[in-house]
Nanobody, 125 residues
Framework: QVQLVESGGGLVQDGGSLRLSCAAS????????MGWFRQAPGKEREFVAT????????YYADSVKGRFTISRDNAKNTVFLQMSSLKPEDTAVYYC??????????????????WGPGTQVTVSS
C-alpha cells in the first residue's frame, strides 16, 4: 500500500510561484506513475500533470502548460509541482495520486486508485 502526503500549499499573489511536494511511503514505488490533480470550489477534480510510462516525458493540462513543471526525486520517493505565473483561477485543492500499472489513460481519475489528502493553494488577485 502506498501512502501519499502533499505539502507546500499556501496563499500567493497573482503572478507568484509555489512548489508543491508529494512524498510517498509504503511498498515499492515508481515516481513516474505519480500525477497531480486539482479541485476548485464548486468544480470537478481535474488533471494537472503526470509522467509517461518511461518517466522521460511529462503531460500537462492545457490550462497549466508553460507555467507548471512536474519533476521527481526517485531517491526520496518524492514528486514536485513547480507552479509559476499563478492566476486566481489556479486556486484549488491540489492532490497527488498514484497511477495503477494497468492504467488506460494518463489523465483519468479512475486510473489513480491512491490519493493524498490534498493541499490548498489560494491565489489572490
Amino acid at each position: 500500500q502506498v501512502q501519499l502526503v502533499e505539502s507546500g500549499g499556501g496563499l500567493v499573489q497573482d503572478g507568484g510561484s509555489l512548489r508543491l511536494s508529494c512524498a510517498a511511503s509504503g511498498r515499492t514505488f515508481n515516481t513516474y506513475r505519480m500525477g497531480w490533480f486539482r479541485q476548485a470550489p464548486g468544480k470537478e477534480r481535474e488533471f494537472v500533470a503526470t509522467f509517461n510510462r518511461n518517466g522521460d516525458r511529462a503531460y500537462y493540462a492545457d490550462s497549466v502548460k508553460g507555467r507548471f513543471t512536474i519533476s521527481r526525486d526517485n531517491a526520496k520517493n518524492t514528486v514536485f509541482l513547480q507552479m509559476s505565473s499563478l492566476k486566481p483561477e489556479d486556486t484549488a485543492v491540489y492532490y497527488c495520486a498514484y497511477r495503477t500499472q494497468y492504467y488506460k489513460t494518463y489523465d483519468g481519475e479512475a486510473d489513480y486508485p491512491t490519493w493524498g489528502p490534498g493541499t490548498q493553494v489560494t491565489v489572490s488577485s
